[in-house]
């Protein structure tokens, strides 16, 4: 990407809130994920408002924002990629919120994170609706019992979180996920991404993580 890019970022940013905002009465939050994007891209899109990010790795997030925290004490910074248990603790003293809690032994490593750093954070469930082998998550059967062991070892879940298999339509992933999350008592949806945000904010998302819409195509996948 070249700098001569970057004034796109701001109108690209109003085009999709506009969107946003006329599928939903309580339209979803607009998560920008900025994995693999220069500081160029970041200065444009926070100086057209924008506050809430999704990262996917804990060391870039870091490189990104670990600074810009001083300058922006607003930002809520949300870790949407998955965490290797030994990284607990460096999440932890990053992140506001993380998306991807998908098993009991990053339970534990997490809650002696929150104890060692004496910070509280909130939690979201990764769910593997499409129940892919190869993807990170919790089986929709499994949430209730990852919930319970969350909640044990005193982190505050407040939602769940999934990635549809990329060959599906994204409704029926979008639905299930809501579904859950309802018999559950559990509020935040985190569901939607460049190429469905607009389903996901038909389906109840409360937040919608977007990287590629906002920003053009990353140089690789991340
Ligand atoms: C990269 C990523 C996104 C954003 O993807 P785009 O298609 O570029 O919007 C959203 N969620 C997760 C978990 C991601 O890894």
């Not at 098993?103 to 929150?114: F, V, Y």
């Not at 991404?193 to 053009?216: E, K, P, W």
Request: aromatic residues 6%.
């Amino acid at each position: 990407m070249t700098d001569t890019d970057f004034p796109g970022i701001a109108k690209r940013r109003a085009e999709i809130l506009s969107d946003l905002a006329g599928l939903s009465e309580t339209p979803p939050t607009l998560v920008a994920v900025t994995k693999t994007q220069p500081d160029g891209a970041l200065e444009e899109i926070l100086a057209a408002g924008q506050r809430v990010f999704g990262e996917n790795r804990v060391q870039e997030a870091y490189a990104h924002w670990a600074d810009r925290r001083a300058d922006y004490p607003d930002l809520e910074l949300r870790l949407i990629g998955p965490l290797q248990s030994n990284k607990s603790e460096d999440a932890v003293r990053l992140f506001d919120v993380i998306e991807t809690l998908d098993r009991p032994k990053l339970c534990r490593e997490l809650a002696k994170a929150e104890e060692k750093t004496g910070q509280k954070r909130q939690y979201l469930i990764q769910v593997n609706t499409g129940e892919e082998p190869q993807k990170a998550g919790v089986a929709p059967d499994g949430v209730e019992e990852l919930l319970r062991t969350a909640r044990d070892q005193g982190l505050e879940v407040v939602g769940l979180m999934c990635i549809p298999p990329v060959e599906e339509p994204a409704g029926p992933h979008f639905a299930l996920l809501a579904k859950i999350a309802h018999r559950l008592g559990l509020t935040q949806l985190s569901m939607g991404m460049s190429a469905d945000y607009d389903i996901g904010a038909r389906f109840g998302a409360t937040h919608v993580r977007v990287g590629s819409a906002l920003f053009g195509p990353r140089d690789y996948t991340a």
